[in-house]
């Protein structure tokens, strides 16, 4: 993607949503590193239902300590991987205590020294509690990064590095949160909304997917003129082939 493109895909991404921020709950720098650990390989949503009630009582280090690790584990039990998740939060939370006054550090070493933190925790800590410009690259991210050209890499690491170079101001410090959240509502895993996307003309991504209401269904390619209507829709132009309408029918996308 060209520099003026990527100016515009934030541009526009800014403009519908002006104020982007993570969807995990927290209270201070503390609590929001306890929900990044706890966000590994689940959603934000399932961690918010189990830490509301945590945070309510436990907002430090020494609360946390104190709740102990199998309290901690119970409160989490929702939440994917939570007996590795309980000892890892108890450890970082000793270790903040030990090391860092209770406080959470500022730097990236520091951050990744801390049990259960990695690359992608410390960036989501460095941006969302300090404002650094730094770009976590999850699963969301990685998609639309690659599927729209914006930072196309066949690891996170590459990603990351191409967002550092590519990503203009006055967009690099909110860059990740609009791109978390456009691939969490829009640019969606499985069928992206191409159709109501703000940057439909922009991305490279093909076929692009049609509105629902355009899309074939798997009965209309059995039925004679509705089928022939409905890849005309898609396509532009009618199917040669009984052959040509099916496969037409089935990807509901636009080339
Ligand atoms: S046009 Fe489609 S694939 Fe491209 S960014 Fe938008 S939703 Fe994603």
Redo the contacts with the bound molecule.
Sequence with gaps: MKRDQVFEFFRRLAEANPSPTTELESENPYTLLVAVVLSAQATDASVNIATRPLFARIRTPEQMVAFGEDALREAIKTIGLFNTKAKNVIALSQALMAHHNSEVPRTRDELQALPGVGRKTANVVLNTAFGEETFAVDTHVFR?CN??GLAPGKTVEEVEAKLEKAVPQPFRRDAHHWLIL?GRY??KARL???WR?P??DL?R?RP??LPPEERAKPSDARSGSRASSAARTATGRKPRTPSANRSRSRPSRLP
Aim: aromatic content about 6%.
């Design positions: 639309v599927r729209t456009h829009t640019c992206p909304e191409c996307c940057v439909i991305c991504y692009k997917t």
